[in-house]
């Protein structure tokens, strides 16, 4: 995760816990403690500058989040605390929570990894334009008919919902895939139109969103036809992104991530059978096609397995 240098503000004193000065300015954090001049919770909020917030009590938690400030809560035995993270003791904090917790509270995603041309990144809800843009393509294309032969896993990949539905996903890997087993639906970045675009940390999330090219989206996810130690893997690509080796580059990737990263033993798809484009690209990854069976309807579709 990349290390980014935070303003941290806390709602106790710095004699309640020493260390935690000592382990946040050696995490290249600037620590703000109410003894300091302008502490005051709603001062401090008004004022601007701070990044986190790590408070042991509920109104400061409150007045944060009111603020859209993301805030670690420290709870004692039995307490309940509304914060975005809540820990039992300040031992318990590390700094990728510091990290993560700030990325997740300003819907920052994690990169989970780099290709030669692409960067896969976690999705947030704002990224909803992103993919209907993507879907669009696909439906200009006449995805429908062409997915039998038109060399991607789609067959398999949920259907774009409306607005709504598609953020309430979104928010589901962001609240427990991402978080809890690094998995979830993935975007594909073009890394050149990144790097000539820039990408501030102080870019707000349309900024940031117009500063991408998104060339498609790649899912990893434990569903019910997986096993323990299993994923299944799928993706689209851009309509007009198509024959240049985007969805091996990706597939290569996510394969790299799982297998280093996840320490999963096996990977699987499922193809269309007619599918011919798809089934050469996997076997060239070293897939094995197993068996074919029923998934969604009459959508029938060959099992693939990758051992990791």
């Keep these: 995760m990349k290390r980014e240098q935070l303003i941290i503000a806390m709602d106790f004193d710095r004699n309640e816990d020493p260390t935690m000065d000592d382990f946040l300015i050696r995490c290249g954090h600037l620590p703000l403690h109410p003894e300091e001049a302008f502490f005051e919770v709603s001062s401090c909020i008004s004022k601007g500058g701070v990044d986190l917030a790590i408070c042991r009590q509920e109104a400061s938690i409150l007045a944060m989040r009111e603020a859209k400030i993301p805030v670690i809560g420290v709870a004692s035995e039995g307490e309940d605390l509304s914060a975005d993270l809540v820990l039992c003791s300040f031992e318990a904090l590390e700094e990728e929570d510091i990290l993560r917790s700030y990325r997740r509270g300003m819907e920052i995603p994690d990169e989970i990894i780099r290709t030669r041309r692409l960067i896969i990144r976690e ?29 991607a896993m789609e067959d398999f990949i949920e259907p774009l919902g409306g607005r709504r539905a598609t953020e309430k ?19 594909l970045i073009d890394r050149e139109v990144k790097k000539r675009d820039g990408g501030r940390r102080d870019a707000d999330k349309q900024e940031r969103a117009e500063q991408e090219r998104v060339v498609g989206r790649i899912d990893l996810k434990p569903t019910d036809r997986c096993g323990e130690g299993q994923a299944e893997v799928g993706y689209l690509i851009d309509a007009s992104c198509r024959r240049r080796g ?8 996510i394969c790299q991530y799982a297998r280093e990263k996840l320490r999963l033993r096996e990977l699987v798809a499922h193809v269309h059978p007619d599918n011919l484009p798809s089934q050469r690209l996997l076997e060239k990854l070293n897939f094995v096609r197993e068996e074919r ?6 959508n029938e579709g060959d099992h693939w397995h990758l051992s990791l």
């Design 123 to 151: 999705m947030v809800p704002s990224d909803y334009p992103a993919l209907l843009r993507l879907y669009r393509s696909l439906e200009a294309k006449e995805h429908m008919e062409a997915q039998k032969t038109g060399g």
């Design 169 to 187: 996903l979104i928010q589901t890997y962001w609240d427990y895939l991402y978080p809890l087993c690094g998995m979830g639906g993935f975007l």
């Design 246 to 253: 985007y969805a091996k580059e990706a597939l290569e990737g």
């Design 293 to 298: 069976g029923p998934f969604g309807g009459e």
